[in-house]
């Protein structure tokens, strides 16, 4: 029989050890799809693409966040390489312009006009009392560029064409890319 000490002291350290668990948050994990991210160069996609992109999607993910961090960069970027080849894509590179440009192509498809959502942004920001007059005309310029450049990634009709087959079956993807209320 174990000493009534040592009983209680095992007990007290157990306690303490998962308390300082609990009170550790994880570091967060490598984004697989980069939020509201251009692809480098657009792709023209095929059917045969989407399907590869769905099935390949949730290993190819995981296979990011299982090298973050891990080894060398070129160790992980040949990981990366590998898993994206599985599913047809030539290496990561091409997986990610492939994602981004699937995600801007379903924003395009759900949000033809994007003027309209950023003229709303605009009118709301003179309301905001809490910037000066500088940060408010710091952050109209900011809009404006990036409608800029989400109008010169406007996605072919062909893109359109076969991701609005997809709408559905993408949407899980898309709010991963441009999470609910951003």
Known sequence: MKPPGLVVASCIAALVYVGVLATQTPPPPMQAIEPFSLPERPVALTED???????????????????????EAAQRQAALDETAAEFGFANFTDWVNTTNTIMV?????????????VQKAIDAIPAMTNLNDQEKADMINGLKAGLARVESARPTPENLAIVQRHLRTLKPFYDLWAPPGQ
């Open 105 to 117: 192509t379903y924003h395009w498809a759900t949000n033809p006009d994007p003027r309209l959502e």
């Open 49 to 71: 693409m989407i399907t590869r992109f769905l099935y390949g999607f949730a290993p190819v993910a995981a296979r990011a966040r299982e090298v973050n961090g891990q080894g």
